[in-house]
């Protein structure tokens, strides 16, 4: 089993920058691949960005590209996204998710872990 915490949302303006952490602890070395998705009141859960746990590779949604990065640190169990230049359409509950396999990165079935979630609004 892999656990996984959120943390770092907040209330930011527009055009205001915020990072999200996300702690992994219990079997972190079975992880293959860890995402970040959101969701919006009334909407589905939608990808973000994903990070492979041992390799280089990077994927973002095209509604953030530019603007997020996503990173890790293997040595903290740690991964992060950079969120910058926020609209107010990125206003979201932001999870944190593991898989296990080397599955497709966009896809919230190919998930086998979640986080909690953690409320990020962007407003003036």
């Known amino acids: 089993q892999v656990q996984l915490v959120e943390s770092g949302g907040g209330l930011v303006q527009p055009g205001g920058s915020l990072r999200l952490s996300c702690a992994a602890s219990?079997?972190?070395?079975?992880?293959?691949?860890m995402g970040w998705f959101r969701q919006a009141p009334g909407k589905e859960r939608e990808f973000v960005a994903a990070?492979?746990?041992?390799?280089?590779?990077?994927y973002y949604a095209d509604s953030v590209k530019g603007r997020f990065t996503i990173s890790r640190d293997n040595a903290k169990n740690t991964v992060y996204l950079q969120m910058n230049s926020l609209k107010a359409e990125d206003t979201a509950v932001y999870y944190c998710?593991?898989?296990?396999?080397?599955?497709?990165?966009?896809?919230?079935?190919?998930?086998?872990?979640w986080g909690q979630g953690t409320q990020v609004t962007v407003s003036s």
């Open positions: 219990g079997r972190t070395f079975t992880i293959y691949t």
């Open positions: 990070i492979t746990w041992y390799g280089r590779s990077t």
């Open positions: 998710a593991a898989t296990e396999q080397g599955r497709p990165v966009r896809v919230t079935t190919s998930y086998d872990y």
